[in-house]
Structures are given as structure tokens and as C-alpha cells.
């Protein structure tokens, strides 16, 4: 009976800080998530910008010079 108090108090301690550590633990995984996305959606801009400072550069290209 005194073990299995014991065993109980220790878990009773012990399940705030069980808690908050996975709350934590959620909370960086969500972060991380969200960073990829944003870096994901960084990198489709910057495509999209090359793609049109290319395009600039072509149709320059193909004008005849002036002067």
C-alpha cells in the first residue's frame, strides 16, 4: 500500500512538467512547420522574380539597338 502511494505521488509530481514539456514540444514542431512554409514560399517568389527578370532580359535582348 505505502509502494503504491508512493508510485502514485511520484507520478502526480511528475505530470505538470510531463505536460508542459509536450505542450513545448508541440509548439516547436508547429514553428518549424510554419518556418518551412514560409521558406517554401520565399523560394517560389524569388522563382517567380527570376522568371520575370529573365523574361525583361530576353525581349531586351531581342530589340534592335537604337542611336
Known amino acids: 500500500m505505502e509502494s503504491e502511494s ?5 507520478i502526480i509530481s511528475r505530470a505538470p512538467f510531463t505536460i ?3 505542450a513545448q ?9 510554419k518556418l518551412i512554409r ?4 520565399m523560394v517560389r517568389a ?3 522574380i527570376l522568371a520575370k527578370l529573365t523574361d ?3 525581349r531586351m ?6 542611336g
Open 25 to 33: 514540444l508541440w509548439v516547436i514542431s508547429w514553428l518549424a512547420f
Open 46 to 48: 524569388q522563382e517567380g
Open 6 to 10: 508512493s508510485i502514485l505521488g511520484y
Open 20 to 22: 508542459y514539456l509536450a
Open 56 to 58: 525583361i532580359d530576353n
Open 38 to 41: 514560409v521558406q517554401q514560399q
Open 61 to 66: 535582348a531581342e530589340r534592335p539597338k537604337q
